[in-house]
């Protein structure tokens, strides 16, 4: 299959979305800035992917259905049951992918932070920014919080940096234990005490 893959800015101009453009350069958020501007955040588990192709005007266009299981909502209130709808998937042949977006698998576990579910083309907030997968350490099955490039994430405070990627990530994945990462508590305990009263939507 043929993977295309698209900056998201160029998606946006195909889709007749050009109004937002200029707000598409992803900059990793602050950690506060991440929690208070999710609609809700979850951790959950992803138990099946299905696709499916819109037609706006002449247009077709290919959307991915994640569906999930909450394991736990940390803050906020989302639907039940709760399927994300994003942006990409097969199309006649080839595959339209988002540079930089985060690619679902059925049994991956996450702390998602979700703004726009529904609503936005790909409803994480900050894109790849709004995806913590939890891992567990080889030697120890203890259960830790990496970024959405696999590096263990040892303070919230990380999230405001740049995601290596490539052989940069490898690098970051070597040099960062995952003995000193956050476990899936700390991080929601982390998240649970950030979030603002009056961001609840």
């Keep these: ?55 706006t005007g002449s247009q077709p ?16 209130t989302p639907p039940s049951p709760l399927v994300l709808t994003l942006l990409g998937g097969p199309l006649n042949g080839s595959e339209l992918v988002i540079s930089g977006a985060p690619r679902f698998a059925v049994g991956d576990e996450d702390i998602l932070f979700i703004a726009g579910n529904g609503r936005s083309i790909f409803p994480l907030y900050g894109l790849m920014h ?38 940069m990530a490898a690098v970051a994945r070597r040099v960062v234990g995952a003995q000193d990462a956050l476990s899936p508590l700390e991080f929601a305990t982390r998240v649970k005490s950030t979030r603002k009263p009056t961001s609840a939507k």
């Design 130 to 167: 709004g995806r913590y997968p939890i891992l567990k350490e080889a030697s120890t099955g203890r259960e830790y919080v990496a970024r959405a490039n696999g590096q263990p994430l040892t303070d919230p405070a990380e999230i405001a940096l740049p995601l290596a990627d490539g052989a």
């Design 61 to 76: 266009t290919p959307y991915t259905k994640v569906e999930l299981e909450v394991r736990e909502v940390i803050s906020g």
């Design 1 to 55: 299959m043929l993977i295309r893959r698209f900056p998201l800015f160029m998606v946006l101009l195909v889709l007749g979305g050009a109004g937002p453009v200029a707000a598409t350069t992803v900059v990793p958020p602050e950690f506060s800035e991440l929690v208070n501007g999710s609609d809700y955040v979850v951790r959950a588990r992803v138990i099946a992917i299905t696709h499916e192709v819109r037609t």
